[in-house]
């Protein structure tokens, strides 16, 4: 039996998700929503997507355009176990009591207040408090990334304390109404950034405060991270580059910037997406009891892992190793 999931928003976060449910031999996508019919949604229907109308009132606008649609997302939701919510910001929210009403589970993004769900959710930091639940909220990606990497170290070290500074894309390429030209903005200006809150939603028992700014760049993210612990860098070291969904990589081999890494992901992934941390092996260092780390995180794809990986701990279809391993090697992560 496979869970047949709809993904409610084909954005930027919805067709990568909708593209890795589809590599899975445990679950299938049913259909995909649009707001409008412009080229993302034709293109949804080009690659095999049965498209539904996000928003019922709009369907005569699919019309005009000659773009096929199967019903609205209220058909949509009768034919799922589970929807996978990729709508902006707070919209989610404002789904949610339709997804109540027709009786299937949901998986939220980063952009909804936590309390929209039962529970917040990282694969590596807490797979199994999300098992049998119907409302699971996957964390963003700057919070994704933050709670990978101290999950991995503490699995090898005892962590005093996280200070992490991020410094964020502004916004994603496709983004052409807003954005940042010339100028760093402290985001907040009064600190801590809300990253920490969100990392303890996860990992509730760390101490862990942040800071951000967003500059002007689409490509990824970068992380400054300290974390005051008890424990040895070679064990750190050995525990990051064991952990697939982490990928170091080293200067030396010319990785200089964020511009680099995606230049290698071009070659490596379609639309150059990368699922994982990437970590600077030469960053790796530790002064006076403090563990120092850079790592890059690609923003739009590095929560589409844990979006698969939540629905299977919804349905209890799979162990947190089983499904971390059948998702990494169906989306090439190694
Ligand atoms: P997006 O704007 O690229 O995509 C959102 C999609 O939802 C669009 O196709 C839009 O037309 C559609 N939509 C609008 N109103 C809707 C409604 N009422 N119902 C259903 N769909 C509707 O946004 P995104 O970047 O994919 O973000 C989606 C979610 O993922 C947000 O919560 C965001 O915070 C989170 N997230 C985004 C990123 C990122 O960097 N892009 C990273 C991690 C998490």
Same mark, same amino acid.
């Given at each position: 039996?496979?869970?047949?999931?709809?993904?409610?928003?084909?954005?930027?976060?919805?067709?990568?998700?909708?593209?890795?449910?589809?590599?899975?031999?445990?679950?299938?996508?049913?259909?995909?929503?649009?707001?409008?019919?412009?080229?993302?949604?034709?293109?949804?229907?080009?690659?095999?997507?049965?498209?539904y109308v996000?928003?019922?009132?709009?369907?005569?606008?699919?019309?005009?355009?000659?773009?096929? +649609?199967?019903?609205?997302?209220?058909?949509?939701?009768?034919?799922?176990?589970? /929807? *996978? %919510?990729?709508?902006p910001n @707070?919209? $989610?929210?404002?789904?949610?009591?339709?997804?109540?009403?027709?009786?299937?589970?949901?998986?939220?993004?980063?952009?909804?207040?936590?309390?929209?769900?039962?529970?917040?959710?990282?694969a590596l930091?807490?797979?199994?408090?999300?098992?049998?639940?119907?409302?699971?909220?996957?964390?963003?990606?700057?919070?994704?990334?933050?709670?990978?990497?101290?999950?991995?170290?503490?699995? +090898?070290?005892?962590?005093?304390?996280?200070?992490?500074?991020?410094?964020?894309? /502004? *916004? %994603?390429?496709?983004?052409? @109404?807003? $954005?940042?030209?010339?100028?760093?903005?402290?985001?907040?200006?009064?600190?801590?950034?809300?990253?920490?809150?969100?990392?303890?939603?996860?990992?509730?028992?760390?101490?862990?405060?942040?800071?951000?700014?967003?500059?002007?760049?689409?490509?990824?993210?970068?992380?400054?991270?300290?974390?005051?612990?008890?424990?040895?860098?070679?064990?750190?070291?050995?525990?990051?580059?064991?952990?697939?969904?982490?990928?170091?990589?080293?200067?030396?081999?010319?990785?200089?910037?964020?511009?680099?890494?995606?230049?290698?992901?071009?070659?490596?992934?379609?639309?150059?997406?990368?699922?994982?941390?990437?970590?600077?092996?030469?960053?790796?260092?530790?002064?006076?009891?403090?563990?120092?780390?850079?790592?890059?995180?690609?923003?739009?794809?590095?929560?589409?892992?844990?979006?698969?990986?939540?629905?299977?701990?919804?349905?209890?279809?799979?162990?947190?190793?089983?499904?971390?391993?059948?998702?990494?090697?169906?989306?090439?992560?190694?």
């Amino acid at each position: 039996m496979k869970v047949k999931v709809a993904i409610n928003g084909y954005g930027t976060i919805g067709k990568r998700v909708a593209d890795a449910i589809n590599l899975q031999k445990d679950m299938e996508v049913v259909g995909v929503t649009k707001t409008k019919p412009d080229f993302e949604a034709k293109l949804a229907v080009e690659k095999g997507y049965k498209l539904y109308v996000a928003i019922p009132e709009r369907i005569e606008f699919f019309e005009k355009a000659e773009v096929k +649609v199967e019903g609205t997302i209220d058909d949509l939701l009768e034919k799922v176990d589970v /929807v *996978v %919510d990729c709508s902006p910001n @707070k919209v $989610g929210a404002e789904n949610k009591p339709k997804y109540e009403k027709a009786g299937v589970k949901a998986v939220f993004q980063g952009g909804e207040k936590s309390h929209v769900a039962e529970v917040s959710f990282n694969a590596l930091a807490n797979y199994d408090e999300a098992r049998g639940k119907n409302f699971v909220r996957v964390v963003s990606c700057n919070t994704t990334g933050l709670a990978r990497f101290i999950s991995v170290v503490k699995s +090898v070290a005892d962590v005093k304390k996280v200070r992490a500074t991020m410094i964020r894309r /502004v *916004v %994603d390429p496709k983004e052409d @109404k807003k $954005g940042l030209v010339n100028g760093i903005m402290p985001d907040p200006v009064k600190l801590p950034s809300h990253h920490a809150e969100d990392v303890k939603t996860v990992l509730p028992d760390v101490n862990i405060v942040t800071t951000a700014f967003k500059v002007p760049t689409t490509l990824m993210h970068v992380h400054g991270i300290s974390i005051e612990l008890d424990g040895k860098l070679e064990d750190i070291v050995a525990a990051l580059e064991e952990e697939p969904r982490i990928m170091l990589v080293s200067e030396e081999d010319g990785f200089t910037s964020t511009a680099k890494i995606i230049e290698y992901a071009r070659e490596l992934r379609m639309r150059y997406d990368i699922f994982e941390n990437v970590v600077w092996r030469e960053s790796l260092a530790i002064h006076e009891g403090e563990l120092f780390a850079v790592q890059a995180i690609h923003q739009e794809a590095i929560v589409v892992p844990e979006n698969v990986d939540a629905i299977r701990a919804m349905f209890e279809i799979a162990e947190k190793e089983e499904s971390i391993r059948m998702t990494n090697e169906t989306l090439g992560i190694k």
